[in-house]
C-alpha cells in the first residue's frame, strides 16, 4: 500500500509564513508527479504548485515569487515553502502523487493525502 501523510498547517497571521511536507511511504517503484493543491469550501481543487520526476515545476499563477516547492527524491518527499501569506491562501491543502506502485506488479495509482488546514488570519 502507498500512502501520502502531509504536516506543516495552521494559523498564521497574514504576512506570515508555512512549510508544508509531504512523505509517500509504501511500495513505490516510482513518483512522477508529485504536487500540492488547495480546496475551500464549495470551489474545487486547484493546483498550488507541482514538480515532475525531472525537476520541472509548476505554480498557480497567483503564488509565483512568494511559494517555493522542492523536494528530496531520496525520501519521496515535497515540500511547500509559502511566504507572504493573505487570506486567499487559506484552505485545506492537499498532497498529491502520480506513481507507480509495486505489489505483486507495477500499477500507476494517482495518490491524495488527507489535507492539512491552512488559516491565514490576523
Known amino acids: 500500500q502507498v500512502q501520502l501523510v502531509e504536516s506543516g498547517g495552521g494559523l498564521v497571521q497574514p504576512g506570515g509564513s508555512l512549510r508544508l511536507s509531504c512523505a509517500a511511504s509504501g511500495s513505490i517503484f ?17 493546483l498550488v504548485a507541482r514538480i515532475t520526476s525531472g525537476g520541472s515545476i509548476t505554480y498557480a499563477n497567483s503564488v509565483p515569487g512568494r511559494f517555493a516547492l522542492s523536494r528530496d527524491k ?4 515535497v515540500y511547500l515553502q509559502m511566504n507572504s501569506l493573505n487570506s486567499e491562501d487559506s ?5 498529491k502523487a502520480e506513481a507507480v506502485r509495486e505489489t505483486g506488479g507495477r500499477v500507476y495509482v494517482e495518490l491524495w493525502g488527507q489535507g492539512t488546514l491552512v488559516t491565514v488570519s490576523s
Open 74 to 77: 531520496a525520501k519521496n518527499m
Open 30 to 46: 516510482s513518483i512522477y508527479v508529485m504536487g500540492w493543491y488547495r480546496q475551500v469550501p464549495g470551489k474545487q481543487r486547484e
Open 91 to 95: 484552505g485545506v491543502y492537499y498532497c
